[in-house]
């Protein structure tokens, strides 16, 4: 079979040997002699991948112990109401930098008042906006470290005078974070961590206890992290499959050396592949320079070759690019290169782009 190159965002591309054991414990899971999918989510061994996939997430993102980890289902999109249900008293800000960031803030008004503080939508959301004020009356601030469709990225940890709440659904895990400057870190596994049908909640712990409105059972993050074993803690049944696979997802993140060595790996990748858009003749990127992701990369044919850009999409394929079409609101390429993106994919881009400028010239 032809080698694929897979840049996709989301579903996405997994470690190989995630994929492996995954496989197997479908077949075999932990020995039984049944499979992952046919187990009791109560059997001893499933509850040790539960406590041990919790200390993976505590481990690799040094997760104070005043923080409770959440699998839920429902994705990032569910998250989007449960954050105000849960947290929102009276007002919210929100950091619009995205249509995901835009959908987060919609759902926060059945909730309460919403003050969107700023928004690159001017510029279809193409950079992160800097000069704002965050409102000390808000409940919290809420912003999307990874803006998945346009490639912009917020780098690093905000200090925030109010709460900060983070949709870091396709960032989280490529780079080290101090996870004390967020109230909650919350996302959909599905672009760095593992695959869809799992969510990711990184919560302060007082945050429980906020009692703003009553709330369904299933809405209140209390819920969820009630028990008396915080590792083991299942309400309902959670999503086995797809945690598991997480599980073997973040021990290939632990054995790369954590998320010191993510990030150095995950720099160089995007070093590799901007540099080539920046010097390239055929294309240029879609982001403001100083607001570039590490994970998507988004590019455009460059003024005088538009006319190319389906001609370059076949010739990618021909070369075993897969997923490289930008979003529809972008036009262009995108090139996702999360965590599980071997440097061997983006090297082989970077060459078929060469190829192309070559031929083309
Ligand atoms: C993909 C994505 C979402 C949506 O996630 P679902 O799990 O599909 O609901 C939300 N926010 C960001 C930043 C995303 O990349």
Redesign the pocket.
């Known amino acids: 079979m032809k080698q694929m190159h897979n840049f996709n965002a989301?579903p996405c591309v997994l470690p190989r040997e995630a994929v492996e054991a995954a496989i197997e414990a479908i077949r075999n899971f932990d020995n039984t002699g049944i499979g992952i999918l046919e187990i009791s989510h109560r059997t001893p061994g499933w509850e040790r991948v539960m406590a041990e996939t919790r200390q993976l997430w505590r481990d690799l993102l040094n997760i104070p112990d005043n923080y409770e980890v959440l699998f839920l289902g429902g994705?990032?999109?569910?998250q989007f109401f449960h954050v105000p249900a849960n947290l929102l008293n009276k007002k919210a800000a929100y950091l619009q930098t995205g249509v995901?960031a835009k959908k987060a803030a919609k759902e926060a008004k059945f909730y309460g008042e919403v003050e969107v503080v700023a928004s690159s939508e001017d510029k279809t959301y193409s950079y992160i906006p800097k000069d704002y004020v965050i409102p000390t009356d808000a409940d919290y601030f809420h912003i999307?470290t990874?803006?998945?469709i346009y490639g912009t990225e917020i780098r690093y940890d905000m200090d925030c005078p109010i709460d900060l709440v983070a949709?870091m659904?396709?960032d989280i895990m490529s780079r080290p974070v101090d996870v004390t400057k967020y109230a909650m870190i919350y996302?959909?596994a599905?672009?760095n961590v593992g695959p869809?049908g799992v969510?990711f909640v990184i919560i302060r712990r007082d945050l429980l206890e906020k009692n703003y409105r009553p709330l369904q059972t299933m809405v209140n993050y209390k819920t969820h992290a009630a028990d008396e074993d915080r590792n083991i803690s299942m309400f309902n049944t959670p999503p086995v499959f797809p945690i598991y696979v997480m599980y073997e997802t973040l021990k290939w993140v632990k054995k790369i050396g954590g998320l010191e060595a993510m990030n150095k790996i995950n720099v160089e990748k995007a070093d590799l592949l901007y540099n080539e858009i920046d010097r390239n003749s055929m294309f240029v990127g879609t982001a403001a320079k100083e607001d570039r992701s590490i994970m998507n990369v988004c590019f455009v044919m460059a003024p005088g070759h538009e006319d190319k850009e389906k001609a370059f999409m076949e010739f990618a394929k021909e070369r075993g690019m897969v997923g490289i079409k930008g979003h529809r609101s972008v036009g262009g390429f995108r090139a996702s290169i999360y965590n599980a993106c071997p440097v061997e994919s983006v090297k082989a881009l970077v060459a078929c782009m060469q190829e192309f400028e070559a031929a083309n010239k």
């Not at 994705?75 to 569910?78: E, F």
């Open positions: 989301g994705g990032a999109s569910t995901w999307t990874n803006n998945t949709d659904s396709s996302g959909g599905q672009k869809a969510t």
